[in-house]
């Protein structure tokens, strides 16, 4: 199985921008779901697309060790924005909203069991407060959010936060009202991977090359903060 890694965070944190690193190196390719400019010079080889099926034969046909989806919650936007007019009302909303869910589902199913496994997929989403102020990846529907947990099918879940004028990723933290961001579980795996050296600090500096690197060399003791 590939390595699946979830990025989170609100408009504006450094998401994209993480990726600047990346830039021309050919270990990395890049599905933009939106075709939108990237905020940084150069250019990463890759495919625009919000169609699930060529998401998933691009991840199969990259040669890439690393793959991201950027904007990949507009995977989910995208198919209800097209949809939902023709979807009517009463039991069709409902088919729609299954079928967004199953569609989500499938690709981090597809990621988990069928990219091989010397591949990181970094799959990048935005972030939304649920009713209790709990941070999650923002979707539409309650399908993934009450069955699913997107959050526990990924090995890794980053938050993207500007703290003191640095853009730094997140392995656990708490949100405005003190709820924990990372389930029990997740909290678990991100402890786990500190104690191996691939995650050494609980907020390091917003560069998906160096997570790469921190990923790859386990049992090192290197520190992706600078």
Known sequence: MAIPVLIIGKSGMGKSASLRNCAGNPDWNLIRVLNKPLPFKGKIDGWNTDDYQTVMKCLIQSKAKNI??????????????SKHSAAGGGNGVFTLYNQIGDHFWNLIQF?????????IVYVIMHEEANELGEIKPKTIGKLLDEKVCIEGMFTIVLRCIVESNKHLFVTQAADEIGQDFLLAYQRAVLLALQRQGVL???????????????????GKSKSVKE
């Open 68 to 81: 991201v989806i950027d904007d990949a919650g507009y995977l989910i936007t995208n198919m209800f924005m």
């Open 111 to 119: 990621i988990i069991e069928k990219v091989p496994a010397d591949k």
């Open 200 to 218: 050494n600090e609980m907020q390091c500096r917003n560069c998906v090359q160096k997570l790469e690197e921190q990923i790859r060399n386990t």
